[in-house]
């Protein structure tokens, strides 16, 4: 027999019976079935580098643990360790053609990284792909796991390192924002309550508002991020233990904190541990938040943006590329419209995820696979995202001072400033005439001898407009 991109093949069988393999092919018999039965979407595990390098610490955990325990020999755990660091190190991803969203409870992800590791090490060895005497995906790269312990433990890996990535990537959208908010601490705008004239503030209170809900929402993400730490090696099929050792449990857990560096601990309960995934459904919906923030963030500067002339055109957004087919002129603030697209599509993953973790049936979630690709996409998405945000948005926006300050002199909203000093009264009857004649709240308060002249452009002062003051000044009447 022989495949399209090769002639050479060789021969491997499962319960099912035996196929022929690619000869160069790290994956083995599994992957192929696996890649035939689940044609399924465009995300391939060999996308996710950072699951596969989960991948190659569960098991590397696990070798290790074994060897210690006298359950493979020396000459083959140095090979599978080495097979292992190499996934770690962030080699053979091509090996990982499956699709991340499949049945079986996660069993063709686990089976292709047993298959690429076994036939690494043999290499290793000096032996041939494929001699599973030699070196086994089941009985050696596979020992004392099961799908049900190693797979969830692998994406808890992945997931922890991307989440520390993604804080990374929101820190710094957060810390251009905070430089953006000092830039424009003198501009004053008028803030804006249901769409309608508020009460005047600066632009830099606005971007340093944006900047602040985001950070308000790093100890949410860390706290959820915090639950992958806890993992379930050693339960193997639904908690028991069966086909492990004693020990084994505590000692791979053991070796795949020292392997990361971080504090991965095993699950108090491993019977409930294996059917939970309500830590993924804990971090997608704290990116879910995220989103909700970053969608009212990007709203807002398409409004204040709008313009240039028939808008709020408070600020310029940095224009990337014409706008328009048919209007000459136009530019459009895209950055923006495709963050309100990511968010839409986190806001969507998390509902799948929520749907799916409520799915759990009696000791396993079989779910888990399509969990696992909606967190790992959401985290993409949010990262490249932020990143396209801050370069090519935030980075740029100018301050358009002229039009922000023509704004606060032409609201009525002013009024509400002067509604300590002249009296809830005066200040309505101020405002009814203002907006009657669309004259200026300034000039009738003048005009009826409210307040002098000079106490009134105290009044107007911007840092007395723009946080809570106490001033010595009274109406004439």
């Known amino acids: 027999m022989t495949t399209e991109n090769t002639k050479k093949t060789r021969t491997e069988s499962d319960l099912i019976g035996a196929r022929e393999v690619p000869y160069e092919a790290l994956y083995g018999v599994q992957t192929l079935r696996g890649m035939e039965n689940f044609p399924i979407s465009h995300f391939k595990l060999s996308q996710y580098p950072l699951f596969i390098k989960g991948l190659g610490v569960t098991k590397l955990g696990a070798v290790r643990a074994n060897h210690k325990l006298g359950l493979i020999p020396d000459d083959m755990a140095k090979a599978i360790e080495q097979a292992c660091m190499e996934l770690i190190e962030g080699r053979h991803t091509e090996a990982f053609p499956v699709d991340m969203i499949q049945g079986g409870a996660g069993t063709t992800t686990n089976m292709n990284a047993n298959e690429v590791i076994a036939n690494r090490a043999l290499e290793l060895m000096g032996c041939e792909r494929g001699d599973y005497k030699r070196c086994s995906p089941n009985d050696h790269v596979n020992r004392s796991q099961s799908t049900n312990d190693a797979y969830p433990t692998a994406i808890?890996?992945?997931?922890?390192?991307?989440?520390?990535?993604?804080?990374?990537?929101?820190?710094?959208?957060?810390?251009?924002?905070?430089?953006?908010?000092?830039?424009?601490?003198?501009?004053?705008?008028?803030?804006?309550?249901?769409?309608?004239?508020?009460?005047?503030?600066?632009?830099?209170?606005?971007?340093?508002?944006?900047?602040?809900?985001?950070?308000?929402?790093?100890?949410?993400?860390?706290?959820?991020?915090?639950?992958?730490?806890?993992?379930?090696?050693?339960?193997?099929?639904?908690?028991?233990?069966?086909?492990?050792?004693?020990?084994?449990?505590?000692?791979?857990?053991?070796?795949?904190?020292?392997?990361?560096?971080?504090?991965?601990?095993?699950?108090?309960?491993?019977?409930?541990?294996?059917?939970?995934?309500?830590?993924?459904?804990?971090?997608?919906?704290?990116?879910?938040?995220?989103?909700?923030?970053?969608?009212?963030?990007?709203?807002?500067?398409?409004?204040?943006?709008?313009?240039?002339?028939?808008?709020?055109?408070?600020?310029?957004?940095?224009?990337?590329?014409?706008?328009?087919?048919?209007?000459?002129?136009?530019?459009?603030?895209?950055?923006?419209?495709?963050?309100?697209?990511?968010?839409?599509?986190?806001?969507?993953?998390?509902?799948?995820?929520?749907?799916?973790?409520?799915?759990?049936?009696?000791?396993?979630?079989?779910?888990?696979?399509?969990?696992?690709?909606?967190?790992?996409?959401?985290?993409?998405?949010?990262?490249?995202?932020?990143?396209?945000?801050?370069?090519?948005?935030?980075?740029?926006?100018?301050?358009?001072?002229?039009?922000?300050?023509?704004?606060?002199?032409?609201?009525?909203?002013?009024?509400?400033?002067?509604?300590?000093?002249?009296?809830?009264?005066?200040?309505?009857?101020i405002a009814k005439e203002a907006l009657e004649t669309g004259r200026s709240v300034y000039d009738l308060i003048l005009e009826h001898d409210i307040l002098s002249k000079e106490d009134l452009d105290t009044l107007f002062r911007p840092e007395n407009l723009i946080s809570p003051v106490k001033l010595d000044i009274k109406p004439k009447h």
């Open 156 to 429: 808890h890996i992945g997931l922890y390192e991307t989440h520390l990535r993604l804080r990374q990537h929101l820190e710094q959208l957060i810390e251009a924002f905070e430089k953006k908010a000092e830039e424009f601490a003198g501009v004053l705008k008028m803030g804006r309550t249901q769409l309608q004239d508020a009460v005047p503030m600066t632009l830099g209170q606005t971007f340093h508002g944006f900047a602040s809900i985001l950070r308000n929402e790093l100890p949410h993400l860390d706290a959820a991020a915090a639950e992958f730490l806890v993992i379930n090696m050693g339960a193997t099929a639904i908690g028991t233990g069966i086909c492990a050792e004693p020990n084994y449990a505590e000692m791979s857990t053991a070796e795949i904190a020292a392997i990361t560096g971080y504090a991965y601990r095993l699950s108090d309960d491993l019977v409930g541990a294996t059917s939970d995934t309500s830590c993924m459904a804990g971090y997608s919906s704290a990116m879910r938040m995220v989103a909700l923030k970053m969608n009212k963030i990007c709203n807002d500067l398409r409004l204040i943006s709008s313009g240039p002339r028939c808008g709020l055109g408070e600020i310029t957004l940095p224009g990337v590329q014409p706008g328009s087919s048919i209007m000459p002129g136009k530019i459009n603030p895209v950055i923006p419209e495709v963050m309100n697209q990511i968010a839409y599509k986190v806001i969507g993953n998390d509902l799948c995820v929520s749907m799916s973790s409520e799915a759990a049936q009696m000791e396993l979630n079989a779910m888990e696979p399509v969990m696992a690709q909606c967190c790992f996409e959401s985290a993409d998405l949010l990262m490249n995202g932020f990143d396209t945000l801050r370069t090519r948005c935030v980075d740029g926006i100018i301050a358009n001072k002229e039009a922000c300050l023509e704004h606060v002199h032409r609201s009525i909203g002013i009024v509400t400033a002067l509604n300590p000093v002249i009296g809830y009264k005066n200040s309505t009857r």
